[in-house]
C-alpha cells in the first residue's frame, strides 16, 4: 500500500486530479487558487501570490514580467505550514513559473520537512500528457485502478469528440488567453482545436504561450474568436474585450461580422491541465459544430 495518505497539491490541476481519483479527504492542504471540487476551499492553503488583488491585466502583466525578470518568485509557499501539515506527498509542477511555486523553491523547502516526502513534477504540454499525469498520481497514491478507469472513461470521451468532428467545415480559431498584451493559447489548446475540427491561427501544438501582436490578429482574421484568460472567469474576459476592440479594426474581422465570438472560463478549464480539460474539448466542439450549420 502507498504510504501518500497526507497530500499537499501545489496547483489546482493536481487538486482536482487527486479528488477525482477519491482521495479529497487525503488532502491536507491545497493553493489559494484551488476552488474545485468546492469542498477543498476549506483546506489550509500552503502558498500566496505576490501580485496584488484587484489590478488591472495590463498591470498584472507588468508585474508579473518584472518578477520574473528579477528572480523574484510569484508566489509565496508557506514552509511553516507546511511542516505542520508532514505531507508523505506533495504534488507540484515544473511547466510555468506564472502558474505555480516554481520546482526550486519546493525542491528547496522540500529538504526542511519531516519524513521525507514523496515529490512528484507534473510537466503536461499535451492532452495525452495530462492523462499520463493521472496515471503518475495513481501509481504514486496507491489508486492505479482507479486511475486507469478514470483515463479509460476520458478517453472515450475524446474519441466521441473526434469521431463527431465536423471535416465539411474546418474553422480558422483564434485563441487568446490574455489580452493586454495578447497571448495566444499554448501547450494543449492548439491540440483542442484540432481535436475538435478546427486550425488554430495563433499557436502551435505543444509550445508555451506566447506573447503575439494585434496586427497578427488582425492579419489572422479567424473565423472563430476564442477568449479564454489563463487564471480568470469570463467576468474578467468580458471586461478586457472592450480593450481588445479599441486596438483593432474590430467590425472587419470576419469573427465579428459572423457573431462567432465565444467568452470562456479559462480558470476553469481550458488554463487546467486536469480532468476538466475534456470539458474543454467538448465545448469546442459543440461551437464548431454549431457555427458549421450556418458557415
Not at 508566489?75 to 516554481?102: E, F, G, N
Not at 492548439?190 to 488582425?218: H, K, N, V, W
Not at 489563463?230 to 480593450?243: N, S
Amino acid at each position: 500500500m502507498s504510504r501518500a495518505n497526507r497530500i499537499v497539491t501545489l496547483l489546482p490541476s493536481a487538486t482536482e486530479i487527486v479528488c477525482a481519483l477519491g482521495l479529497g479527504e487525503r488532502l491536507v492542504g491545497v493553493t489559494h487558487e484551488c476552488d474545485y471540487p468546492s469542498y477543498v476551499t476549506q483546506l489550509p492553503q500552503v502558498t500566496r501570490s505576490n501580485i496584488a488583488k484587484g489590478l488591472s491585466s495590463q498591470k498584472i502583466d507588468e508585474q508579473v514580467r518584472a518578477q520574473l525578470n528579477h528572480v523574484d518568485a510569484l508566489y509565496h509557499l508557506d514552509d511553516q505550514l507546511l511542516r505542520k501539515l508532514s505531507p508523505d506527498l506533495i504534488v507540484t509542477q515544473a511547466l510555468c513559473d506564472v502558474c505555480a511555486v516554481t520546482e526550486e523553491e519546493v525542491s528547496a523547502v522540500l529538504k526542511t520537512l519531516p519524513g521525507a516526502p514523496e515529490l512528484i513534477n507534473l510537466e503536461p504540454m499535451s492532452l495525452g500528457d495530462v492523462l499520463d499525469t493521472i496515471l503518475m498520481v495513481g501509481k504514486a497514491t496507491g489508486h492505479s485502478d482507479e486511475a486507469q478507469r478514470l483515463v479509460a472513461s476520458l478517453n472515450r470521451r475524446i474519441s466521441r469528440v473526434t469521431e463527431r468532428a465536423v471535416r465539411s467545415w474546418r474553422p480558422r480559431v483564434g485563441f487568446l488567453e490574455w489580452i493586454t498584451p495578447p497571448f495566444n493559447g499554448g501547450h494543449w489548446n492548439p491540440e483542442l482545436i484540432e481535436m475538435a475540427g478546427g486550425i488554430d491561427c495563433f499557436g502551435a501544438r505543444f509550445q508555451p504561450s506566447r506573447t503575439i501582436s494585434y496586427e497578427l490578429i488582425q492579419e489572422s482574421d479567424p473565423d472563430i474568436l476564442i477568449i479564454s484568460l489563463c487564471g480568470f472567469g469570463p467576468e474578467r474576459a468580458r471586461q478586457d474585450l472592450t480593450l481588445l476592440q479599441e486596438k483593432l479594426e474590430w467590425h472587419r474581422l470576419t469573427c465579428v461580422q459572423t457573431n462567432r465570438i465565444y467568452i470562456m472560463d479559462g480558470n476553469s478549464y481550458f488554463s487546467r491541465p486536469g480532468p476538466r480539460l475534456v470539458d474543454s474539448l467538448e465545448q469546442l466542439a459543440d461551437i464548431f459544430e454549431r457555427d458549421a450549420k450556418t458557415a
